[in-house]
């Protein structure tokens, strides 16, 4: 199984192993610094790697291409386009553009747009994100995008996201030559653990409310709580461990790096935790996790509910971010070994304590109501002698915000 696990891994991911090998050497070289050095991708350049990743989508079955994105609808949003261009003698053949690589004009008039523009000013632009890598899904090349206006106004959640993460960087470089470094690029992280509801289908069907809203609105209280926490980390019913199985080598040839498997606190609840990446990428992960689910459930006869609330009295389907930032060399919230690295440590620790604190309204209406963040910092203790987990959480504008400096024992 191992073995397998390593040939599945990313086999659907159009990823810089793919590209270095596939890619000529000198467009490998100018997509790299975009990907790296945000460098403005060459016409040309977009027009080899078009080419290129058709192929490889074409190879494993793919006849139609997508700019995927994320509306303000909470799903992600496709408009398959074939690779078949109709030519003049009766026959055909398959093109992809650097352009249609690099910019679509889907129709925005019906997607939710936050009050920024009327229903009927239709046009949308959806713009590649070259940070997060293509992907091969139900036979279609997946091309993450980022979603806007004719104006440059966000219709998306990528955009505000991948701006955020400029913006960070743009600050924490201005603090890092305070101290004498200079870096290029300071990248946040995030492993959102997913946490999830498998119920039967035909429980399921017996529920309107449930197929309506995806909660429970009425009825009786269920016949079992979470008396003493009894599922938690239980053992694992068959139906459930051959639905993460099948759900674990989806994610993994997709490349989502998914870790952890375990029952939750409450009946029927379950998680997923994957290793922590780049946060627009990791989100990206995330909604392809939320779809696999879905998706996959009913060949075992249940159904995936991801309500943040769906049943009165127990717990809910959260996600606990795991946030940190670092540069290509170092953890930003790591103290380190000298008074000038703890200093900095404190610096950068001081400043997530104090933007989660004046911006918590902004993190609320961002993410679930009843989320959980949490920045990790590992931390070297002052005597080895001292053993501890220091855990403190601050509860801010009504929304529980824990902030858990994780401090590992030293080595002796």
Known sequence: MAANVMEIYGSKVFNEHVMKE????????????????????????????ASVMKRWAMELGATHYTHWFQPLTGITSEKHDGFVSPVG?????????????????????????????????????????????????????????????????????KT???????ALSGQAIRILKLFGKDVDYVSTTVGPEQEYFLVKKEDYEARQDLIL??????????????????????????????????????????????????????????????????????????LLTMEMMKKIA????LVCLQHEKPFEGVNGS??????SMSTTHENLLDPGDTPMENLQFLVFLAAVIKAVDEYADLLRTSVAPRAMITVWVP??????????????????????????????????
């Open 89 to 157: 003698d009766g026959t055909a053949i398959m093109e992809f553009s650097g352009k249609e690589l690099v910019r679509g004009e889907p129709d925005a008039s019906s997607f939710p747009s936050g009050g920024l523009r009327a229903t009927c000013e239709a046009r949308g632009y959806t713009a590649w994100d070259p940070t997060s890598y293509a992907f091969v899904k139900d036979d279609v090349l997946c091309i993450p995008t980022a979603f806007v206006s004719y104006t440059g106004e966000a219709l998306d959640k």
């Open 160 to 166: 505000p996201l991948l701006r955020s993460m400029n």
């Open 213 to 286: 809203t995806g909660r429970t609105l009425f009825g009786a209280p269920s016949a079992k709580g979470q008396e003493l926490e009894e599922h938690y980390f239980g053992v694992i019913r068959p139906e459930v461990s051959a639905f993460m199985k099948e759900l674990d080598e989806e994610l993994w040839k997709l490349g989502v790096p998914a870790k952890t498997k375990h029952n939750e606190v409450a009946p029927c609840q379950h998680e997923l935790a994957p290793i922590f990446d780049t946060t627009n990428v990791a989100i990206d992960h995330n």
């Open 22 to 49: 596939r890619l000529p050497s000198a467009t490998y070289k100018s997509l790299e610094r975009t990907l790296h050095k945000g460098a403005p991708l060459d016409i040309e350049v977009a027009n080899v790697v």
């Open 318 to 323: 959260g996600k606990h971010n795991n946030w």
């Open 298 to 301: 009913p060949k075992y006869g």
């Open 379 to 412: 931390t070297r203790l002052p005597r080895p002698s001292f053993r501890s987990l220091w855990a403190r959480s601050w509860k801010l504008s009504s929304m529980p915000l824990h902030l858990i400096l994780l401090m590992p024992v030293p080595s002796r």
